[in-house]
């Protein structure tokens, strides 16, 4: 009895073990099969696009970057149809014959390629930039793992027309100086994609097809600058530049009404289609080192007209003379005495005719350009107010051109400033401004006291030619009154017609102007920079021209060596402009 209940017991005992373990799989393959419901109906389409992008291999299409346009629609910066060469490893058949057809079409080491084509990656790149004509005969070669994308490569139609003003892109098509890359985030674009499937190994399916998503070209930067123009004083540049075997010579062609530039030159330019290539240097570029020569091809791509500051000289007297009307301290009929020198403090500050001017009045002493006359000008001023101008003129703050790279004015701290500066800041000496704050500064002196912000971009537009935006800019008026405006007209005139710029004079044309010579640091070494402002018509100023002569040899005066090449760029572009 005792043995059938061990029996029965035992019985019991295993059939709850088999419920127990039919209940733990019947549960386990529940879940199972819920899970796999759920990753199979809920997750599908989760689980698909993850299966697809392993097997998938992405390649972009370029964007064409947007154009660059002057005024006239005169293309300046566009885009040249290159390749992109590229190796698949688990594609390649015969490395050795990839190795070779990359070495023969591309010019590159064996040993650079070789590196490339046996690299385990998905897809490596060999060489950018390569010409349509290599590419197509690399893909007639028909080796597989080759890949021959299009690609885009920027082009400047004029090589170094306004080169330190466009500016170039990098190998990625991206602005590195100039307007290229101001405006980069209209002109860049948005690249395309191409997708291709491929199995397990990374061998692309064939007959499986591919999916494209097609690039958004960037959109078109239209400038103000005027192509005629820019080579009209490229040409006047060039002359002067090897007349007198200057460093360098600059010249702004602006409106002073608006504050778009015509022209902007700084001679000598530098190829945009090889903005890599030294120019103007007798320096053997094998010896340099790679710090070294990078500093000379910044210097190169370096825009002078905005990023390096001077000594203006005597055109700062333009500035001096309208604070003086403006606070009312003097008068054109006022009377002065120059002995040829001023004595301020210790120093005895030279006028420019060591002889002396004798008497005259401040219209004659503006023509002259005599030191001694604006010294007392300044005296009259006084530090404080002088300051206040300063700052009511803007002299003291950047004028955002839409360049980057824009310098600041470089002047003494006001409580540092005594009678010695005080003097010689008066004439534009011993302080620093660029050339285009000068030009913006003059501007709202002669336009009737508006400053305005000096710049290229005027709007952009799709490639279709539609309207994307129409750039604006700043202005500021109240700079100084109208009355004071025009007083400057008649007196600038009168230097031109009667003074020291007589050599800018053109026969049938209102000029007015001001000449400058100013001698840089240290004094010792006599270097000078010669300028010449000028603007037309006298009365209502459409075109403002500054020119300057950095380290001219022989001859140095302002009025002697570049009036002539503002006279000659005028009298080129204001039949042009149809003034």
Not at 259 to 273: D, F, K, Q, T
Request: some cysteine; proline content about 3%; aromatic content about 8%.
């Amino acid at each position: 009895m005792q043995q059938e209940d061990g029996i029965y017991r035992n019985k019991t005992y295993n059939r709850k073990k088999i419920l127990i373990m039919f209940l733990a799989v019947f549960f386990i393959s529940m879940f199972l099969v819920g899970r796999l419901v759920y990753l199979m109906i809920f997750c599908s389409e989760y689980y698909g696009q993850k299966a697809e992008s392993l097997h998938e291999r992405e390649r972009d299409i370029k964007a064409a970057r947007g154009r660059i346009l002057d005024v006239n629609g005169t293309v300046l910066a566009t885009n040249k149809s290159v390749c992109t060469i590229s190796v698949i490893h688990s594609q390649i058949e015969d490395p050795e014959a990839v190795i070779q057809a990359l070495v023969k079409e591309l010019g590159l080491e064996e040993e650079a390629v070789r590196k490339r084509v046996e690299k385990v990656s998905s897809i490596e790149r060999v060489k950018t930039n390569v010409d349509k004509e290599t590419g197509d005969r690399i893909r007639a070669y028909g080796l597989a793992g080759i890949k021959v994308d299009e690609d885009y490569k920027r082009y400047y139609p004029h090589d170094t027309l306004a080169s330190t003003v466009l500016g170039f892109t990098g190998a990625d098509n991206q602005g590195i100086v100039g307007l290229e890359v101001k405006y980069d985030e209209y002109m860049q674009g948005t690249n395309g994609k191409i997708l291709t499937l491929t199995d397990a190994r990374g061998i692309e399916i064939e007959n499986a097809g591919e999916t494209r998503m097609e690039p958004v070209n960037g959109n078109d930067l239209y400038i103000s600058l005027d192509v005629n123009i820019q080579r009209y004083c490229e040409q006047a540049a060039e002359k002067a530049y090897i007349q007198k075997n200057a460093d360098r010579v600059s010249v702004i062609v602006m409106n002073p009404q608006n504050g778009e530039i015509m022209a902007m030159v700084n001679y000598p330019e530098y190829n945009l289609n090889d903005p890599f290539t030294l120019t103007n240097t007798d320096v053997d570029t094998a010896l340099l080192t790679s710090e070294e020569k990078q500093n000379l091809l910044n210097q190169m791509w370096r825009n002078p007209c905005i990023s390096d500051t001077y000594e203006p000289g005597s055109t700062f007297k333009i500035i001096t003379a309208t604070a003086a009307l403006e606070k009312g301290v003097v008068s054109i009929t006022d009377q002065f005495y120059c002995p040829g020198y001023k004595i301020v403090e210790d120093r005895r500050i030279r006028c420019a005719k060591t002889s002396g001017h004798g008497a005259e009045t401040f219209e004659t002493g503006i023509m002259n350009s005599c030191n001694p006359v604006f010294i007392e000008l300044g005296e009259r001023i006084g530090t404080e107010d002088f300051y206040k101008y300063f700052r009511q003129f803007g002299l003291l703050q950047k004028t955002n051109i839409d360049l980057p790279g824009e310098a600041a004015t470089i002047m003494h701290k006001q409580e540092n400033v005594g009678a010695v500066e005080l003097a010689t800041i008066s004439f534009g000496q011993s302080f620093q401004i660029t050339p285009i704050q000068l030009v913006t500064t003059v501007s709202s002196i002669i336009n009737g006291g508006t400053r305005v912000t000096p710049h290229f971009g005027v709007e952009v537009r799709d490639s279709e030619g539609n309207l994307v935006k129409t750039l604006e800019y700043e202005t500021t008026e109240g700079i100084c009154s109208q009355e004071t405006s025009e007083t400057m007209q008649y007196l600038l005139e009168k230097v031109v017609s009667e003074g020291g710029g007589k050599n800018a004079r053109i026969e049938g044309y209102s000029i007015g102007g001001k000449t400058a010579t100013s001698q840089t640091l240290p004094r010792s070494e006599h270097r000078y920079i010669s300028s010449f402002l000028g603007f037309y018509p006298a009365d209502d100023p459409q075109v403002l021209v500054l020119a300057i002569i950095n380290n001219p040899e022989g001859t140095y005066y302002g009025g002697t060596i570049v009036a002539p090449v503002v006279k000659e760029i005028m009298e080129n572009i204001l039949p042009y402009l149809d003034k």
